[in-house]
């Protein structure tokens, strides 16, 4: 066993070790941790065995041991001794960030501490003094490095020496990294920590240790990394601790020198300063009890951070105070319903919530957006006075006495501004224990002053009447002393000076900027007034520039807007409300609770109520016309679609590599240049000339590469590739630009036409064929081919000086003019034909394989020639081809035979010669040859002069796939935008890409690709007949028994869903283009004409070098990019070896960059007892396992608040860089695209107005918009947002935030401002668009650039996306709520808040008013019909024809039908894809019933967002990412759609049907229908879209198996543990959950909703014919008594069936059958006795019915006491019997439909119309039918 080892060690490890130049370190590490474990095995065994070791072997183990702690696992950089000769530590910027870091020279070591064998540094020494964990110290000196190193390489002069680090670069990372502590301690009034010493030499050191610090400290901060200024607060003290030990300084306590107050050893900091906060997060979360609580109950993230805006944050001290009220949180919340107090015990407070409070209540869209509210009030109630007067212009407020009463609308803006104060102090009330004595003040006096203005405002305008009536005389009376006239003027020019500020700072935004941002105590009283002082949302304003901008933008939409509410929809309405109130209508139909109202005041309500309505609601529409105008107009502007189709393309080509080399290659000179006016009409680009050789090849490597990616992606085929490529021009003799084939394709066959029937002069000829660019290129190149070609294969003297002399008479013949004279064109075809023979033999002999040709006639049945054979064919070729251009050709071509015969050919008749005998050329030995071993160009030159020769019409289609189609058209295109200059990629900013991953799939299994769902349908099978064009596979057999075709079909069927393995894939593209940019920028001409392939991908001996190209390329690409995928779960997966911990590993070794961060949750046991321990964990990849980089342990559970933020903030630390894209789980990405990343990366260093940008906008494409026409709808709807809305939302209006992925994120800004999204449970629930509220406020600056886009995956099946709708609706109900809405919404200034408010919340709030418009019309118009006023009004001729009520109605159907969608939908459309393509989709979407679907999504809207305002129950919503579309059971549908859309279209239907019945007899019914169509649309869409989206929604046998699910459902019973889907009591059960929580005022709010169902009762009973007419109040009385019965009757069915039905069977029977009778009896009676008539039975289930359902919502909504009672059971029972009646409502017509079969065939065509359009058989699909593969794949 020693000889064993010693051998090991000397012939392996140590061979190893000596040439580390060429060893992989991963090898030589393996190797030591080998020798390692053989060295303990040896050790254990000589114990054993009583042996002794050789001194030689025991040396050999100690320097095995001292080698393996040097070789510790790193991420990039290996910063141990034996890293020091990898490629990266020899750049000179990373030698420079290193050694800087390790000049620890002059630091005060503790003395405990003991050096290690690696060298210290000085986060070494931080950690020594702080005790910091060693992973977390390991992974932010990596960090740090790399920060500093990228930045050093970038300045500009380059730094003297390069390996010394530049100050610039420390102090512009510094600067960036403590702007917001200074910022902070500014704010605070405090002194800044970072005190720099006076000694230069010091200096940079100390900055280091400044910089290490804070890292430090964020790296281990866990969930306080979303507390940024609690950071700050942490660093604050700590920064001047470690001033104080640097400087020496003296406790002033203990009279030693300064240590810190949390040092010692490892752990230290998260054991005494990080755990201590996380409790008090966690404690308060654990008070939300996961999500339902109230959020005034718990404090978020945000109120906990917002404590350290205050300088009271100073009370908890340095060491914290354990016993402050901060870290102090009530186990329940004791609440004295005297005091309001909270948690009030030994004499502490708990804080309670910081500077907001939010409170569910619509009334947060006044409070927040006041300013826009008041605005629309006023000019409602001055349009409205305006119309009243006279003919209603508006010229006529010019009126005196017109004028004196619009001017009444500053009375309104008093009282508004009241209730805003009001609001203000009940919003803010339960934060009041956190509020400074001046926040409370300053509330208090906005309130006393509100009031003063509105006394003040009314006495002084009731002054100003001549005659005057009512209260305004009374008020009058009190001023009477006022003796001048213009009091009131006066008194509104006061109330306005505070605006008349606001507005004249609005002019000079730069003023109001410094204003805010100042802490004088001027502009501090100045702005406190108008707002209070926060640390957020001071100095947000932009340039003049951009207000004039967005400025224009809104007064233009406003004017529209104004002018369309007052011609269209009041001043008409104004006649028909003067008639109603004079008219005097007396007989009521029913019996009138207010006969003594004035003035019909209820009839002018219902018809007014709408119109209101529509008047707020329609600048959402006016919003939607002006941004598509403006956002069409923006993208013309930045050249979007000028590049949209093959042709556009092959028109432009010529321009390409002059815009591939502008944008994606570094220029010579580092300028930029200047912007001109004339590249916002045209981009022009230098075209390419034969000279710019080395320009050529770049464009080539980098399109050849774009093209081989489709390739790999299976986009396009190996013929199409060929076609697409671009050969590399290493050729020197080829002095000519050469274009790809498919520019030139069947150019040389139309040349050859042309030149073969020409009659004219070679001038002519050659002019026909410049025309057309490509055709001279196409000639030019064959013709410079053919004689490299025939040079190539020629070395015989004489015949190479025949062909010399022919080819040198051809040129000159063509440089004379005399071509056409001197040669036969006619017989060219032959020479053609002979050559194109040629070119094809020499390709078979290199078994190269020519696509749709047939094996040359030697070649058949396999039969392959010899050597002999080979040669003696092409000189027969030759010989032939010689007689052709000599006899056939050239006019005289027999004298160059003569000459190549000398003087025996002089000797011989030449006319015999010429006629009988040929010439021997080429026959002699040695006279012919071809390469035996040729290179690759030989080969491509001939595969290409094949093509050029051969290729016909065909290739104008290449590449035949839509997708690669797009990819090209959107590449090239973006090409000619404006995007900044490409740097070289060693000066580009660094970025990392981040990914967070929970459970989705990774990588399909063969398992799941074959298993079949209740259709029958696999997910291979339905790829199938999505990719037909692709499927080119063998047979099953073959595939299944193949292990390497089952790994490929995995990966292909993979990388077409949303999987992990399609993103990754994505992601890794822009290591692959930092390589390949690096070899541009690094190679030498020489290498680059020679070709990347050829340089970088060098034999594998010479490439373990780390001095050779491909190491030096990884190097460069190492330091610019990093991707980390957060997979928190990996370690629970490895645990229990699920197969998604395997297909990740496997992603790691696949993509050895790639790094995996987790928590690892391990149990530890400390003193006998077992605790779990959290760690945040990096692994990679190596030797095919995973490896531990870094091990960082948290405080505790990493998941406090919403799932994904926090995902991502456990894996935010192993991220590097400058930059860091978001990339969501269903991303793609492109090749293509990745070049372009370093321009976009510069866009951080340009101004976009008054700042640089700090999050990067990017467009997205919806990949999945193809399966379906759903998918298609959800697809188009998307995009359009992510391009035309984004776009506009950037520029001009400067309110784009961040929606989510793949937004590019400056990393260092807002990794000091709280990270990339918010993580408080449910008010962050749309977590991301909060990182672009943050920056925002922050001083942030979100741009949007479409020259670059990601791919992304939407859910393709109605109930996902209606589940991802919810999601969304969720989200933006509890933004309603948020600090951060309400504090933009007054941040900003006033159009700027407009621009915020109509495209965040208010979108969704404009919704839910189209809903509440047509409730609000129809129970106004129920109201009308059943109190018998409508059939009065309309006997007057004024009031029958509303037109502006018609209006009104149309606005609502407007947004209804989804046209606000479908605008800068086609704008979009016709931008990128032209105006008719636009127009054809928007037809076959509207055929397809886009309307249908964009109506259901109304509701779904409307339905989320109403109720999480009013009740909450917000939560994230896994929509699912699967293939197949597959058919949703009838009680799913139910249990999706039953409270959201069901139940409302019932409700509508019922409204519309009493309606229609009520007021038939007087109405015309075409009037009826015109005014009731959109609403009947509405009911019909909400009540049967589910299923018209369903597929095989009406295929009987499915139609048949659902009814039997939905009985089983609805009837089976519920309790613990049974889960909803298999039981309706169960899901009755959580459809209330949300009302648990709802507290009383969400109840009483349920309560008075539901009283509205109590009006039809009311109504109906006084039309029933046994009524008589009565309208006594007793008629309703008796009602409520049959109820009553009814009931009664019901409840004893059900306690008989409790009691009687198991013992009593006979008794109950008896019991029911009396009942019957009884029943049976008394309907007689009515009949016979009181007239009840069988109308009067269907309008009493009219009546009847509403009320049911209000008194089973009331009992819902007191849940409590009916469960105290005893009734709950009843109340259950009525619900079931009410979901049974709308269930057969609502099944019957699709069973009835279902029973025709053309209605599913006709549904099918329906839904996959675009499927069917590319050739796929969804029928097929849908029935199920499986068939082999490879038959399949044929037909």
Not at 316 to 330: E, H, I, T
Request: with cysteine.
């Amino acid at each position: 066993m020693q000889n064993f080892y010693r051998l090991y060690y000397e012939n392996y490890v140590k061979a190893l070790d000596n040439v580390a130049d060429q060893a992989d370190r991963a090898q030589l590490a393996k190797a030591y941790q080998t020798a390692a474990v053989l060295f303990e095995v040896l050790k254990a065994v000589t114990q054993t065995e009583s042996a002794e070791v050789s001194p030689e072997i025991m040396e050999a183990g100690k320097d095995v041991e001292k080698k393996t702690e040097l070789y510790v696992p790193y991420n990039i950089l290996p910063l141990d001794p034996a890293g020091a000769n990898q490629a990266i530590m020899q750049l000179p910027e990373i030698k420079a960030a290193v050694a800087a870091i390790r000049n620890i020279r002059g630091l005060p070591w503790p003395e405990h501490h003991q050096k290690t064998g690696a060298e210290q540094d000085l986060l070494d020494w931080l950690q020594a003094m702080f005790g910091f964990q060693k992973g977390n110290v390991a992974n932010q000196r990596e960090h740090l490095i790399l920060l500093f190193a990228n930045v050093h390489i970038r300045q500009i002069p380059k730094p003297e020496p390069m390996s010394k680090l530049d100050d610039r670069a420390l102090n512009l990372v510094m600067k960036k990294l403590f702007k917001n502590y200074k910022q902070w301690c500014k704010y605070l009034g405090r002194k800044s920590s970072l005190w720099l010493p006076t000694i230069q030499q010091e200096v940079q050191q100390r900055k280091i240790l400044y910089m290490g610090l804070y890292l430090l400290i964020w790296g281990e901060a866990a969930n306080l990394r979303f507390m940024p200024e609690c950071l700050c607060y942490i660093y604050h003290h700590m920064a001047y601790e470690l001033y104080g030990m640097l400087a020496g300084n003296v406790s002033s306590v203990t009279g030693e020198n300064i240590k810190p107050a949390y040092g010692g050893d490892e752990e230290s900091f998260l054991r005494k300063v990080v755990t201590p906060i996380y409790n008090i997060i966690k404690e308060e979360v654990l008070r939300n009890r996961s999500g339902p609580a109230k959020h005034s109950q718990w404090r978020n993230y945000d109120d906990l951070n917002e404590f350290f805006w205050s300088a009271d944050c100073f009370r908890l001290g340095w060491p914290m105070r354990a016993d402050a009220d901060f870290f102090y949180v009530p186990k329940e919340i004791e609440r004295n319903r005297f005091t309001m107090k909270y948690g009030q015990r030994q004499g502490k407070i708990w804080l309670s919530k910081t500077n907001f409070v939010e409170i569910r209540s619509f009334w947060h869209l006044f409070r927040s957006f006041d300013r826009m509210w008041t605005f629309f009030i006023l000019a409602l109630q001055a349009m409205i006075i305006i119309a009243w007067h006279g003919s209603g212009s508006p010229t006529e407020i010019f009126y005196g006495s017109v004028f004196k009463e619009v001017l009444s609308i500053f009375i309104t803006a008093a009282i508004l501004k009241f209730l805003q104060a009001i609001l203000d102090i009940i919003f803010s009330w339960k934060a009041r224990h956190s509020m400074k004595f001046k926040q409370i003040l300053r509330y208090i006096l906005k309130v006393v002053v509100a009031a003063v203005w509105v006394i003040v405002l009314p006495a002084c305008y009731a002054h100003t009447w001549e005659h005057p009536t009512g209260l305004i005389k009374s008020f009058q009376s009190w001023v009477s002393g006022w003796n001048f006239p213009s009091l009131y003027i006066l008194a509104v020019v006061v109330y306005l000076l505070p605006n008349a500020l606001a507005a004249i700072l609005f002019l000079f935004p730069m003023l109001r900027r410094y204003i805010e941002n100042s802490n004088w105590h001027i502009f501090t009283i100045l702005t406190w007034w108008q707002q209070p002082r926060l640390y957020v949302g001071r100095g947000m304003h932009e340039s003049l520039f951009s207000l004039v901008k967005y400025t224009t933008f809104w007064i233009l939409l406003l004017i529209s807007k104004l002018a369309f509410s007052y011609y269209i929809e009041i001043r008409p309405l104004v006649k028909p409300t003067k008639v109603i109130m004079r008219m005097s209508i007396g007989n009521y139909a029913w019996h009138e609770l207010f006969p003594q109202a004035k003035k019909n005041i209820g009839v002018v309500i219902s018809i007014w109520a709408p119109i209101i309505l529509v008047y707020f609601m329609d600048t959402q529409i006016w919003y939607a016309i002006f941004s598509t105008i403006f956002g069409g107009i923006y993208g013309a502007f930045r050249h979007l679609g000028e590049i949209r189709t093959l042709a556009m393309l092959r028109s432009r080509f010529q321009s390409l590599p002059g815009a591939f080399n502008a944008r994606l290659v570094p220029p010579m000179d580092e300028k930029v240049p200047k912007k001109s006016w004339k590249n916002l009409f045209a981009q022009r680009f230098e075209k390419f000339t034969p000279g710019r050789r080395e320009d050529a090849a770049k464009f080539s490597q980098l399109w050849n590469q774009v093209i081989s990616c489709f390739r790999q992606e299976d986009l396009i085929n190996n013929r199409e590739m060929e076609l697409l490529l671009v050969p590399n021009s290493a050729d020197p003799n080829l002095k000519m630009v050469q274009w790809p084939p498919f520019l030139l394709a069947s150019k040389i066959p139309i040349a050859l036409d042309i030149a073969k029937d020409f009659r004219g002069k070679d001038a002519d000829l050659l002019k026909r064929i410049k025309a057309d660019e490509y055709m001279r290129c196409a000639v030019v190149e064959c013709f410079e081919s053919f004689k490299h070609v025939l040079k190539s294969i020629i070395v015989g003297i004489n015949e190479k000086s025949v062909m010399n002399d022919i080819i040198k008479d051809v040129d000159d013949n063509i440089e004379k003019g005399t071509l056409l004279v001197n040669f036969k064109m006619s017989e060219l075809p032959l020479l053609y034909n002979k050559f194109v023979e040629l070119v094809k033999y020499l390709l078979k002999i290199y078994n190269v394989e020519i696509p749709g040709d047939k094996a040359l006639p030697e070649m058949q049945n396999g039969h392959v020639p010899g050597n002999q054979d080979h040669l003696n064919k092409v000189i027969l070729l030759l010989q032939d081809m010689l007689e052709v251009v000599t006899q056939d050709i050239m006019i005289d071509g027999y004298r160059f035979l003569d000459s190549s015969h000398g003087s025996q050919a002089m000797q011989e008749d030449v006319t015999t010669l010429g006629q009988n005998q040929k010439p021997q050329l080429f026959a002699s030995a040695g006279a012919v040859t071809y390469p035996a071993e040729p290179c690759d160009p030989w080969i491509e030159q001939i595969k290409r002069l094949h093509l050029l020769l051969t290729v016909m019409e065909s290739a104008m289609d290449v590449p035949a796939n839509l997708e690669a189609r797009r990819r090209i058209a959107f590449f090239t295109n973006s090409l000619f935008m404006d995007m900044p200059n490409a740097p070289k990629v060693r000066n580009m900013l660094s970025f990392s890409v981040l990914t967070p991953y929970y459970k989705e799939e990774v990588l399909y299994s063969l398992h799941e690709l074959q298993l079949e769902n209740e259709d029958g349908v696999s997910i291979v099978f339905y790829l199938q007949k999505i990719y037909p064009e692709r499927v080119q596979c063998d047979s099953e057999e073959q595939v299944l028994n193949d292990p390497d075709k089952i790994e490929d079909l995995r990966h292909w069927a993979s990388n077409r869903g949303q999987t992990l393995t399609r993103t990754v894939r994505g992601m890794m593209y822009y290591r692959k283009a930092l390589e390949l940019q690096s070899f541009l920028d690094m190679a030498k001409p020489d290498d680059i004409l020679k070709g990347y392939k050829a340089v970088a991908f060098e034999p594998k001996e010479q490439d373990k070098s780390q001095r050779s190209m491909g190491a030096q390329l990884e190097a460069v690409a190492d330091m610019k990019f990093t991707y980390v995928v957060s997979c928190q779960n990996y370690g629970a997966q490895k645990r229990s070896n699920e197969r998604n911990y395997s297909d990740i590993l496997k992603l790691m070794k696949t993509y050895p960059s790639l790094r995996v961060a987790y928590i690892d949750e391990v149990e530890e046991r400390e003193k006998d007892k077992t605790n779990k321990v959290y760690y945040s964990v990096l692994v990679k990849a190596v030797n095919d396992l995973d490896q531990i980089i870094y091990r960082i342990k948290l405080p505790g559970p990493a998941n406090l608040g919403e799932g994904k933020p926090e995902n991502q903030n456990h894996a935010i630390i192993f991220t590097r860089g400058e930059a860091l894209q978001t990339i969501d789980m269903n991303q793609d990405n492109y090749l293509e695209e990745a070049f372009k990343m370093r321009n976009l990366l510069e866009e951080f260093l340009k101004k976009h107005g008054v700042r640089n940008p700090t999050i990067l906008g990017l467009r997205e494409h919806i990949f999945t918009g193809s399966v379906s026409s759903l998918a298609w709808f959800m697809s188009n709807q998307e995009t359009s947002f992510v391009t035309i809305g984004q776009r506009l939302l950037a520029n001009p209006l400067k309110v784009r935030f961040h929606y989510g992925h793949p937004d590019v994120f400056d990393r260092l800004f807002h990794l000091t401002r709280g990270g990339i999204s918010k993580s408080s449970k449910g008010i962050n629930l749309s977590e991301d668009i909060f990182a672009g509220f943050n920056s925002t406020l922050r001083k942030g600056n979100v741009t949007h650039h479409e020259y670059m886009q990601v791919g992304k995956g939407r859910d393709v099946g109605l109930n996902q996306i209606s589940q991802f709708e919810a999601k969304v609706a969720n989200g933006n109900g509890e933004q309603t709520l948020s600090r951060d809405i309400y504090r933009l919404g007054h941040r900003f200034d006033f159009f700027r808040m407009l621009s915020c408010y109509f495209t965040t919340v208010g979108f969704y709030f404009s919704s839910l008013v189209t809903v509440l418009t047509v409730y609000i019309f129809l129970y106004g118009r129920l109201y009308l019909v059943l109190s018998g006023l409508e059939k009065a009004m309309l006997h007057e001729a004024a009031v029958q024809h509303n037109s502006s009520l018609e209006a009104a109605l149309a606005s609502q159907a407007f947004v209804q039908l989804g046209l606000l969608m479908a605008l800068p939908m086609v704008m979009e459309i016709g931008l990128e894809r032209g105006f008719r393509t636009a127009l054809s989709d928007f037809v076959i979407m509207q055929l397809q019933l886009a309307s249908v679907f964009f109506t259901f999504s109304l509701g779904t809207k409307t339905h989320y967002y109403g109720r999480t305002l009013l009740h909450g129950g917000a939560k994230y919503r896994a929509t699912g990412r699967g293939f197949v579309v597959f058919h949703a059971k009838f009680a799913d549908n139910y249990r999706f759609y039953s409270r959201s859309h069901f139940v409302k279209g019932l409700e509508l239907m019922l409204l519309l049907i009493v309606y229609n019945v009520y007021g038939q007899s007087y109405r015309n019914t075409l009037a009826y229908l015109l005014i009731t169509f959109s609403m009947w649309f509405m009911v019909g869409t909400w009540l049967f879209a589910p299923f018209l989206f369903n597929p095989s929604g009406f295929e009987w046998q499915k139609i048949v198996d659902d009814w039997t699910d939905w009985n089983k459902w609805i009837n089976s019973h519920g309790g613990i543990g049974v889960p909803q889907e298999k039981s309706w009591e169960s899901w009755w059960d959580d459809e209330q959950e949300h009302l648990k929580y709802s507290g009383l005022r969400g109840r009483i709010w349920e309560i008075l909703l539901s009283l509205r169902f109590f009006l039809y009762q009311y109504g109906i009973v006084y039309h029933l014919n046994i009524a008589h007419g009565n309208k006594s109040v007793l008629v309703y009385g008796l009602s409520w008594f049959v109820i009553a019965i009814v009931l009664g009757l019901l409840k004893t069915v059900a306690m008989g069936r409790e009691r009687f039905s198991a013992d009593y069977q006979l008794m109950f029977r008896l019991l029911k059958g009396l009942l019957f009778i009884g029943f049976v009896s008394v309907l007689i009676i009515l009949i016979v006795v009181c007239g009840l008539t069988v109308a009067d039975l269907f309008a009493c289930f009219l009546a009847f019915m509403p009320t049911g359902w209000a008194l089973l919502q009331i009992a819902q909504a007191c849940r409590p006491l009916f469960q105290r009672t005893g009734f709950l059971e009843s109340v259950r029972s009525l619900a079931r019997g009410y979901e049974y009646v709308m269930g057969l409502l609502l099944f019957t017509p699709v069973a009835i439909l279902a029973w025709f079969p053309f209605v599913s065939e006709f549904q099918t065509r329906l839904l996959f119309n675009q499927a069917f359009s590319r050739g796929l058989q969804i029928s097929r699909i849908l029935a199920g039918r499986k068939k082999d593969w490879s038959s399949t794949s044929t037909e």
